[in-house]
């Protein structure tokens, strides 16, 4: 499949990159990759996201090249779908852009629906920019210092700084080439971790206020409302990270940051200790992600959402 995809590279002319709504790190990284090295190798390339970049990730390489509206997706003969496990996860343009003749899927997620018979999959890689380097290395691609940064912050944030289960002696190799290749990863770390806006600080002191510590069923969880995104100035991109918090506690294995949409729905974002698969917790929700990592989407009220999710999580035990 990997030759494949590289032909597909060669061949093709006008190329799209995109990836899931609520952006992250390893969709970024990755998306810019793949855009600067399309670049290199002279080929027509356009980055086109739903949401914006979140400010955070504005200091990576290319990012300024990012767009946010797209009209005429007749002019791509191939897409590059990235870290998504379903097309409808890039947003409203997702029919569009599944008529696009060959669609490129690179992606890590073990609920991957297989919705592209083109794909670089793996479950057990960290992230879809681990995915993408093994690709450049396979192409004998040159790892400039541009795609090198964007790879290890992809790398970086979806292994929670080399910190989860994920991170293998693969991903560590990786980061070691990319580092070497021009990667900073002090400067990379600063940018992502130490560069938070003051309205993120007043958003987690409110988040903090709802904190809940079940130490007999070992879950901790946050709740981020609507009213507590318009008092501190924040927006949803400024809860990346939040569910950290109870995850980092003694004597929790399941952490959970409950956070309002505009739909009266919540987006749960689950972690996970040890062996403890919070995919299948997401999954019966409608969601997906990874063994100690992943989300759904529930409509209701936040208590009964709760009683809910604890209930899922005990008969998963």
């Not at 297989?114 to 690709?135: H, N, V």
Request: net charge neutral.
């Amino acid at each position: 499949m990997i030759n494949e995809i590289i032909a597909t590279i060669n061949e093709g002319r006008s190329f799209l990159i995109t990836s899931h709504v609520k952006l992250d790190g390893d969709a970024l990284g990755s998306e810019l990759a793949i855009y600067c090295m399309l670049k290199n190798i002279r080929k027509k390339a356009l980055i086109y996201n739903e949401d914006d970049t979140p400010g955070h990730y504005a200091f990576l390489p290319a990012a300024g090249k990012i767009v946010h509206t797209l009209d005429n997706i007749s002019q791509f003969d191939v897409a590059f779908v990235l870290d998504c496990s379903e097309l409808e996860r890039v947003g409203d343009k997702a029919q569009e852009i599944g008529k696009i003749k060959k669609i490129i899927n690179i992606d890590h997620h073990i609920s991957n629906n297989g919705f592209s018979p083109l794909k670089l999959w793996d479950g057990r890689a960290s992230s879809t920019g681990e995915l993408i380097f093994c690709l450049f290395e396979q192409m004998k691609c040159k790892l400039t210092p541009d795609i090198c940064t964007n790879l290890y912050a992809a790398i970086l944030t979806d292994t929670g700084g080399f910190r989860y289960a994920n991170t293998t002696k693969d991903t560590l190799w990786a980061a070691g080439k990319l580092v070497a290749g021009g990667a900073d990863p002090q400067w990379i770390s600063e940018n992502i971790y130490e560069n938070d806006p003051p309205a993120k600080i007043k958003l987690l002191k409110k988040a903090l206020e709802t904190l809940s510590l079940d130490l007999p069923n070992q879950i901790g969880s946050l709740v981020v409302t609507r009213s507590a995104l318009r008092e501190t100035g924040a927006s949803y991109e400024h809860t990346e990270g939040l569910v950290e918090i109870p995850r980092s506690v003694k004597g929790i294995a399941v952490s959970i940051l409950y956070t309002q949409l505009e739909d009266n729905s919540y987006k749960l974002s689950m972690r996970s200790k040890g062996n403890f698969d919070v995919e299948k917790i997401a999954k019966k929700f409608g969601g997906g992600g990874h063994a100690n990592a992943a989300a759904c989407r529930i409509k209701g009220n936040i208590e009964t959402i709760k009683k809910d999710i604890l209930k899922a999580i005990n008969e998963a035990r």
